[in-house]
């Protein structure tokens, strides 16, 4: 059974930067392209990144300029690079396959984004 784990969230100012991580066990990772999706209150999770088995990236909502998304197949984590971030970006951040997602969600990683 996949089980995944976020890490890495927390308190940032206002253009600051921050990396967070997801941490797949119980599956084979290189298997599958990754995303991150992030869920602001009271709406649906989004999905924002996708790193398939390749490494091609894609972004949604003109994050491209400002997130990075990378994958490690030893480590079977995914990180999400967050840089120049806005109070807008504040969000519950999880990790699951790219679209569709197929696994149980973990719990996120909350950032927020304050000054």
């Known amino acids: 059974q996949v089980r995944l784990v976020e890490s890495g969230g927390g308190l940032v100012q206002p253009g600051g930067s921050l990396t967070i991580s997801c941490a797949l066990s119980?599956?084979?990772?290189?298997?599958?392209?990754m995303g991150w999706y992030r869920q602001f209150p009271g709406k649906q999770r989004v999905l924002i990144a996708t790193?398939?088995?390749?490494?091609?990236?894609t972004y949604v909502l003109s994050l491209e300029d400002r997130f990075t998304i990378s994958r490690d197949n030893v480590r079977q984590t995914t990180t999400l690079q967050m840089d120049s971030l806005k109070p807008e970006d504040t969000a519950v951040y999880y990790c699951?396959?790219?679209?569709?997602?197929?696994?149980?969600w973990g719990q996120g990683t909350q950032v927020t984004v304050s000054s």
């Open positions: 119980g599956g084979l990772f290189s298997q599958y392209t």
């Open positions: 699951n396959r790219g679209e569709p997602p197929l696994w149980s």
């Open positions: 790193i398939t088995t390749e490494g091609i990236r």
